[in-house]
């Protein structure tokens, strides 16, 4: 009996004392060392973006015209309406074209200034997790490319020309591709998502279940908005792509 207490007494002492001692690796330090190593690594971020942005920015005009043919035809001449539309469009490209090559290196510098504080499964999730993250938002943004971006082009923009002529805005037009490429692949996130919260227990995946109903009906609304096709078949599409992705990240919440 006394053998069993001293037992217990030490799983507890080591209970406490692993509790007390934290993540192993991990030290005190006052908060405005965080927060200053945080600042020199976002710093580190943005500079890295700025300069993709100054390395891709030469080349999109090549990738605008490019789009622009292969998206609208040679038919529809392009449009600006302000002296920086066209600039600021090419810079808009840019952008999108830098935060796709910096994920990597953004992820690595957050990573780095987290990782003292997360315990080694917890290293390991966020390892497997990220990866897959960007892989489904590069999958999304393709489908929108491929699929999504043709069909709202061809078939509802450039139909409009049997009662108007057209004069299409450059700004207008890659501000919107630009949104639904990101949306798309931020869209492609929902089964990540799902998985990262069923297993970190912020949800169980039978409350996510009981509310299918529920998550449908927000699906379907949600793809009104997002497509605007006066048709709605583009919407029906958006909201069976949804309601996949959906049960996906039901199945892989198991």
Request: hydrophobic share 55%; with cysteine; glycine share 4%.
């Amino acid at each position: 009996m006394d053998n069993e207490q001293i037992k217990n007494g030490k799983q507890k002492a080591e209970t406490i004392n692993s509790a007390t001692l934290g993540v192993s690796g991990d030290y005190s330090e006052h908060v405005r060392f965080h927060l200053k190593e945080l600042r020199n690594r976002l710093v580190v971020i943005i500079a890295a973006m700025i300069l993709c942005v100054f390395i891709a920015y030469p080349f999109t005009e090549y990738l605008l015209t490019h789009a622009w043919s292969m998206f609208l035809g040679e038919q529809v001449g392009m449009n600006i309406y302000t002296p920086f539309e066209w600039m600021f469009a090419r810079v808009k490209i840019a952008l999108l074209i830098a935060l796709a090559f910096t994920f990597p290196f953004t992820f690595y510098e957050l990573f780095r200034f987290a990782s003292r504080g997360l315990y080694p499964n917890e290293r390991k999730f966020i390892k497997s997790v990220v990866p897959i993250s960007f892989l489904f938002f590069i999958v999304g943004a393709a489908i929108a490319l491929v699929f999504i971006l043709p069909l709202m082009f061809n078939y509802i923009i450039l139909s409009s020309d049997t009662v108007a002529e057209n004069q299409i805005s450059v700004k207008q037009t890659v501000s919107v591709a630009v949104t639904l490429l990101a949306g798309t692949g931020l869209v492609f996130q929902i089964p990540v998502l799902m998985f990262f919260a069923t297993r970190m227990q912020i949800i169980k995946r039978q409350t996510l279940q009981k509310m299918r109903l529920l998550v449908y009906a927000s699906l379907l609304t949600l793809s009104l908005f997002i497509t605007p096709d006066p048709t709605f078949i583009a919407q029906l599409v958006c909201a069976v792509l949804l309601v996949v992705l959906f049960e996906i990240g039901l199945l892989v919440s198991k």
